[in-house]
């Protein structure tokens, strides 16, 4: 089944239950991919969805770190919960370690010398990650780890 029918079915399988704040979730999680399949007139595939969807988690984490901020708790508690439900769709996240040898492979890969090599590195490192890992924290763990090089 793809990341897409799944998608599908769990609106129905909500909308049956009647469990309001995750149908809301997905719903708006339906929507974000109708518009990139609309926008880009092409049928969304696994990879396409999951890029939508961690863009979705990651704009959820900014706000509700933003709402936090700005003392407004239960707006913050709102935006954890659709995390919850759309981090659902994510892959496994990548350890530590997997992270760190992902990194070396990366650098091994592309050669690099030192911190202009940088984006060809993240280049490598992009789709193996995708969906896997804050790819922010990746670029801060790779610039530490070329500025020793």
Avoid: C, F, W
């Amino acid at each position: 089944m793809t990341l897409k029918n799944r998608i599908n079915e769990d609106m129905k399988a909500a909308m049956r239950a009647r469990e309001v704040d995750r149908l809301s979730a997905i719903r708006m999680l339906h929507a974000a991919i109708k518009q990139k399949e609309i926008d880009e007139r092409v049928e969304a595939d696994d990879a396409l969805v999951l890029g939508i969807v961690d863009k979705l988690v990651k704009q959820r984490r900014d706000s509700a770190t933003q709402y936090e901020q700005a003392g407004r708790p239960e707006l913050a508690a709102r935006e954890r919960a659709e995390i919850d439900v759309l981090s659902a769709y994510l892959p496994q996240q990548a350890s530590a370690e997997e992270l760190t040898a992902e990194i070396e492979a990366a650098i091994a890969a592309s050669g690099a010398s030192g911190p202009q090599d940088m984006g060809r590195v993240m280049g490598v490192l992009k789709p193996r990650l995708a969906g896997r890992a804050d790819m922010a924290q990746v670029s801060a763990q790779l610039r530490s780890r070329l500025a020793v090089r």
